[in-house]
């Protein structure tokens, strides 16, 4: 059996609940949005320009808010933020990430089980 037939066996998470490792309160649980893709984008950010990250995952404009959250039950608020310098950046388009905008690769722990990645090695 291939690796892709043996992922698409297990459900998609749309929804976590995870403990946010940069709190001061250790116990603080972080709601996170729907995924809204698979994968993140590289976007063209200007310097000093103040973005809103859709945290919901409700939003047409991935990965930028368009007030979708409105209607989120969690009440998820955007994440507002500008970068220092201009260029690409990486940004999470999976709302599962501890590093808001930021991809930090928690799309891969999210989609593939620890079961798998222990058996085939992947290392995070």
Request: net charge positive; aromatic share 8%.
């Amino acid at each position: 059996m291939s690796v892709l037939n043996c992922l698409k066996r297990f459900p998609l998470q749309t929804r976590a609940l995870f403990v946010n490792p940069t709190s001061k309160f250790s116990s603080e649980v972080v709601v996170k949005g729907v995924i809204a893709k698979r994968i993140p984008t590289y976007i063209e950010l200007k310097a000093d320009k103040t973005y809103a990250w859709c945290s919901c995952g409700l939003s047409k404009k991935q990965p930028f808010c368009d007030g979708s959250h409105q209607s989120d039950p969690n009440g998820l608020k955007p994440v507002k933020f500008t970068v220092a310098k201009a260029g690409r950046y990486l940004l999470c388009r999976c709302k599962q990430t501890n590093n808001r905008p930021y991809c930090d690769l928690t799309h891969v722990k999210t989609f593939i089980p620890e079961s798998i990645r222990n058996m085939m090695k992947i290392k995070l």
